[in-house]
């Protein structure tokens, strides 16, 4: 009886934990948003390029920010102490809060150390609401979204994701039109 009930409860958490991203990050479409990755200095912690621009992490960021929870800082931390374990391929020789947590490759690799590293499959049932994916683009540009709740009208198994891939904050049914490169979810 007692595991029944931790198991329950471990569920209704996570069920709760992804509803409120689900949520946050629905709301993010409603905003507009120019497609802008350049380099912006912002405050620390809690910093942010202006609303009006983003690109595919800022989608990431911002729901979780709504959530209170600080990507940007944790990311910060996280590299601080292990920043050999992060992508080298920016030519940076220490961590920079204005642009770190905005680099999909460093958000992947903080979800694989700090959150639930996922399967990665073909199958749609797989992906569940308030799960992070990240893909490579055809010209094998880094991506990453959030699994909304709902559903495909071309599959009811799959649900849609909220990304930005260019023109602000979508809902798009995109799940397998990119390689997955990760599947995440956090707070584990």
């Not at 809060?97 to 958000?107: A, C, E, F, Y």
């Not at 992906?127 to 071309?154: A, E, F």
Request: charged share 20%.
């Amino acid at each position: 009886m007692k595991k029944l009930c931790y198991l329950l409860f471990c569920f209704s958490s996570l069920t709760l934990a992804n509803t409120e991203l689900v949520t946050a990050a629905m709301q993010r479409l409603e905003h507009i948003v120019i497609y802008d990755g350049s380099y912006q200095t912002i405050a620390y912690p809690n910093g942010d390029v202006s609303k009006f621009k983003g690109v595919c992490t800022d989608v990431i960021i911002r729901s979780y920010r709504t959530l209170g929870i600080d990507l940007q800082q944790l990311v910060h931390e996280d590299m601080q102490a292990n920043f050999k374990l992060y992508p080298q391929i920016w030519g940076l020789k220490k961590p920079d809060t204005n642009i770190d947590h905005r680099r999909v490759p460093n958000l992947e690799k903080f979800l694989q150390r700090k959150g639930e590293t996922l399967i990665i499959s073909n199958n749609p049932k797989d992906y569940k609401p308030g799960d992070i994916v990240s893909w490579r683009l055809d010209n094998n540009l880094p991506h990453i979204g959030i699994v909304s709740n709902t559903k495909s009208s071309s599959n009811p198994n799959r649900y849609k994701i909220i990304h930005n891939i260019g023109w602000g904050p979508k809902l798009d049914d995109m799940l397998f039109d990119y390689k997955i490169v990760g599947h995440f979810r956090y707070p584990p």
